[in-house]
């Protein structure tokens, strides 16, 4: 049997308490089980928080009530790295979002980071944020049901003490990580072009390596997206095409908020200037798509999928971003900006039109993440960016593993609430596989 519960951490005396009214002849204190190794744990019993300096920090839970050893969960830490300065890196605000819904939805949830696991003692030493206080302290905690990979940068997530902590994490059989990696686009790309339901919205996309395929794919496509394998939010992009008309190869990029423009008459001296202006990471090359257009402004429509409470995948909600004037990409940070599906598509296709785009983005987007999970394991969440162009046809340019934060206030709110039911379903789904048939009748 599940049921919820509050509880409260006291920062000033370290103590656990169970915020419920005690029975006659109960015991003020009950030892209960938690995180991925089921350490025991003290409650202390007590009608309502105690009266400290510190006001303790209060949360749901959910207990799975059993004879021997009652679990309470979910406890879901999220992973990130240390900063130079001692401290963790990573969006401490979308953290403490996570954190707060934990705190009603029902899940205990802190920060951490490699240094701050002890393997010996299978104890890690998190990081909880305190709303009233406004300040983060540390506090002992298991080893979690549930990690939640947000390490910021591919740079820091290649790391060997990163790497040696993910691979342990992922080896526990109690554990459940998911997203364990950043996608690479290149292998992202060759990987859905073997799929039978994902290949046909691929733009014909291969990995950059010399001049002669850039030539052709001009010459083929008119225009072509020069992308970074390991970048994000639209980050050292450019496209390249030719002109007719003045008989000049091009090549436009963002600096800041402005699009700077490369005008040269050869392909050689365009490699060239590509050469000296890209990213050092490795480039795949991308058929450009001419985009349908509101106010004169190509967009495409962002997908967040989820998985959820009963661990199958679900769309948590679609935006649209478009370009800004003389932009390159729709990309927020980039100088896009943001909009509604449903105010946007009607007025550039018919009504019924625009249904049949949203049912066949939400198809897309649940063939995709089907299609990777079957060569990354663990996946529970990913964005989509899928275009749609002049004609109502989706082009699939591009799929995240960490979704960046979604601005539109319902989808950010789900998508909080699917992680932590997730969790929920992750935690007692576990649970349930060191338990005999009949002992989970009788718990049920």
């Given at each position: 049997m599940m049921k919820k519960v509050t509880i409260a951490y006291s920062p000033a005396d370290q103590e656990w308490y169970l915020l419920a009214q005690p029975k006659r002849g109960?015991?003020?204190?009950?030892?209960?089980?938690?995180?991925?190794?089921?350490?025991?744990?003290?409650?202390?019993?007590?009608?309502?928080?105690?009266?400290?300096?510190?006001?303790?920090?209060?949360?749901?839970?959910?207990?799975r009530?059993?004879?021997?050893?009652?679990?309470?969960?979910?406890?879901?830490?999220?992973?990130?790295?240390?900063g130079?300065?001692?401290?963790?890196?990573?969006?401490?605000?979308?953290?403490?979002?996570?954190?707060?819904?934990?705190?009603?939805?029902?899940?205990?949830?802190?920060?951490?980071?490699?240094?701050?696991?002890?393997?010996?003692?299978?104890?890690?030493?998190?990081?909880?944020?305190?709303?009233?206080?406004?300040?983060?302290?540390?506090?002992?905690?298991?080893?979690?049901?549930?990690?939640?990979?947000?390490?910021?940068?591919?740079?820091?997530?290649?790391?060997?003490?990163?790497?040696?902590?993910?691979?342990?994490?992922?080896?526990?059989?109690r554990i459940s990580l998911f997203n364990p990696c950043f996608f690479d686009?290149?292998?992202?790309?060759?990987?859905?072009?073997?799929?039978?339901?994902?290949?046909?919205?691929?733009?014909?996309?291969?990995?950059?390596e010399d001049s002669n395929l850039?030539?052709?794919?001009?010459?083929?496509?008119?225009?072509?997206y020069l992308k970074p394998t390991s970048a994000k939010a639209g980050k050292g992009i450019?496209?390249?095409g030719y002109d007719q008309d003045k008989g000049r190869y091009t090549l436009l990029f963002h600096q800041g908020l402005k699009t700077k423009r490369v005008s040269t008459p050869s392909i050689e001296r365009l490699w060239?200037?590509?050469?000296?202006?890209?990213?050092?990471?490795?480039?795949?090359?991308?058929?450009?798509?001419?985009?349908?257009?509101?106010?004169?402004?190509?967009?495409?429509?962002?997908?967040?999928?989820?998985?959820?409470?009963?661990?199958?995948w679900e769309i948590t909600g679609i935006g649209i971003r478009v370009a800004g004037r003389k932009r390159i990409t729709t990309h927020v940070p980039q100088g896009g900006r943001i909009e509604d599906p449903a105010q946007v598509l009607p007025q550039v296709f018919t009504p019924e039109k625009a249904e049949e785009i949203v049912s066949q983005v939400k198809q897309l987007a649940l063939e995709v993440a089907q299609e990777?999970?079957?060569?990354?394991?663990?996946?529970?969440?990913?964005?989509l960016d899928i275009g749609v162009d002049s004609q109502g046809q989706l082009w699939l340019f591009e799929a995240n593993a960490k979704p960046m934060k979604f601005d539109e206030p319902h989808i950010r709110r789900k998508s909080l609430e699917n992680l932590i039911e997730y969790a929920q379903y992750l935690t007692f789904k576990t649970y349930r596989k060191g338990v005999s048939t009949n002992e989970t009748a009788q718990a049920n």
């Open positions: 109960q015991t003020v204190n009950r030892h209960i089980y938690w995180g991925a190794n089921r350490l025991p744990l003290k409650l202390s019993i007590a009608r309502k928080p105690p009266l400290l300096p510190c006001k303790p920090l209060t949360m749901n839970a959910y207990i009530l059993k004879k021997r050893k009652p679990l309470l969960g979910p406890v879901v830490g999220i992973l990130t790295v240390q130079n300065d001692g401290s963790f890196t990573g969006s401490k605000p979308n953290f403490i979002e996570l954190m707060r819904t934990g705190q009603y939805k029902g899940g205990i949830v802190f920060v951490f980071t490699p240094e701050s696991v002890n393997w010996l003692t299978e104890e890690v030493r998190g990081q909880l944020y305190h709303p009233q206080l406004k300040k983060w302290f540390s506090c002992q905690f298991p080893l979690p049901n549930v990690v939640y990979n947000r390490i910021p940068l591919r740079s820091f997530e290649s790391k060997s003490e990163v790497q040696i902590c993910l691979e342990l994490l992922s080896k526990h059989p686009k290149n292998e992202l790309f060759r990987l859905l072009k073997e799929g039978a339901e994902t290949a046909r919205y691929l733009p014909r996309t291969e990995l950059l850039l030539s052709e794919m001009i010459a083929q496509h008119q225009e072509v450019f496209k390249a060239k200037g590509f050469q000296k202006l890209k990213f050092p990471s490795p480039y795949i090359i991308q058929q450009a798509v001419d985009l349908a257009q509101i106010d004169g402004c190509p967009f495409d429509l962002r997908t967040l999928i989820q998985k959820n409470k009963y661990g199958t990777l999970e079957g060569h990354y394991h663990h996946l529970g969440e990913m964005s």
